[in-house]
């Protein structure tokens, strides 16, 4: 993952956008909202203790969630925190948050170049009405894409252990468009667009589920 | 090595309460397993020995998988299976222990649960490696239905073996396999301690606990023809929820829906209902209950508990409820 696409996935947890150029600004309510720590690592366990550190530091009230991801390929170690929406440029910063930042990039040695990473999240539970939808598709268990619904059409592809799936996605949700397996389960599954719902191709390992922070979607969809 | 094991293990489990924060975390774990999606949220003070122990309730899920599904050729299912009207096959415990508790599932539905629907489900190729398109010659489907009957399932207790009378018969534990599996995932995670989480498992969802203090989990109930809504959701604790549907595994001939939930009686797919939610104690039972209450759209013959409760959405689209699936589970609908 490169630098740029890193924080702008970390925006994007959040729900917000802070920095002119890296991303589009999208509904301007979302901008007050949202508090993440995301991290990119080799080594998960110890950014996972460090990421509890300082969470308890922090005092937050709401509920915080935790993930972690496998990611494919080369992508830069880093981590990105935002609060309340904004972008906290830890660097050039020295509050308090931004000393037990530092501390974590030194210990994690961050930046850094790493090859099949993990990617690491720790996000406060929004309420639902501010809280945007993202899609993330895995490959084989592993996190490929991360994206959130658009109010253009927009057609991806993505390649699993038995081919190339193509997706398409709009601000309805996501939807499988072609699949190389023959059983073509996902095809008819329509579009997946409530939070905790997934479009889900066995033979191809690949799968693709709609996230939201916010505390009022259901924790879990029968069907 | 056992030792060594163990030690890991308490490691794990001391660690899960030696937590001084007050923070919590609810620690979010998804993987494609078991030919489905296996998703966990675990509510927690320290993410790292939650998550190493979610590590063995997966383990957990993968092992019950390589002995009971009928897809893996080293399976107990599949020796019983490839044994069929040749010798019985003694077998683990567990298994039969599960086909124990199958048969009494059958028993309780008058057969329309069944497990030995392997022969049709396999002929009308739902669980296969192609979609299926055509629906299947009729002859075909009477020689399969001659094939299925859980009576011909022999199971010994003196020595734990199970022998499938007629060649040709086959188990096919799709009807309760997820449900066990989560079921025996979540003993892992109370055995070591924790005790507030979810697991979903393809749609067949338990929860433990409490999301939050005093908050129930919360399970959406999936709309069975607007694939973007939900009928409702319902608010559990310390119980599972299963949906049997039309809508996922199907094709159409001119028209018609010919979906994966086969009638053990007739060889084609139920037509009674288009969707059934059952909440029950276990995961297993829940999942057994929703494939039985499909086909017969009631609960007539069933001997449940006064705690399993039905939302059937017959196919008129007729939305039935037992009398307290609303008000105990406080049942909100989204339309």
Redesign the interface.
Known sequence: MKRRDFLRNGLLIAGAVSIPGLAKPFLSKNLVTGTSLTIITDDV?KA??L??TF??KLN?KS?????DYDLIGDHIGDLVFVKNGVLFDFKNSDKSEALLLKEIATKLHLPTNFRNPKLVK?IA?GDAENSDKTIKI?S??SLVKEIKLKKELVSFSVEGVKGTSEFQISQ??IKAISAP?????CL???????V???L?C??N?L?A?VYGNGGGF?????? | MLFRFSIVWFVAVVSCFSQDSSQTYEVYVSKNLIGTLIEAKIISKDVNSCKKILYHAFKEIERIDSLLAWQIPTSEISKINSYAGKSPVKISYETYSILERSLTYSDSSNGIFDVTIGPLTQLWGFNGDEEPATVPDGRAIDSCLKLVGYKDLILNSNDTSAFLKRAGMSIDLGGIGKGYAIDRASDVLKRNGLTSFLFNAGGDVLVSGYKAEDQNWTVGIKDPRKEDKLLGSVELTDKSIATSGDYERYFEVNGKRFHHIIDPFTGYPASNSVSVSVIAESAERADALATTVFITQGITGWQGTSDEEFLIISNDFTKIFTPAFKKKYRFKSFK
Do not use: M, W
């Open positions: 366990d996972a203790s990421g509890q969470f308890s937050i509920r915080l969630k935790y993930e720790f539970v895995f084989n268990n309805n949700g397996c023959g059983h073509k389960t008819k599954l329509g579009t997946a667009s409530i905790g719902d997934s889900v066995i033979p390992k799968r589920v259901p924790d879990a969809i029968s069907f």
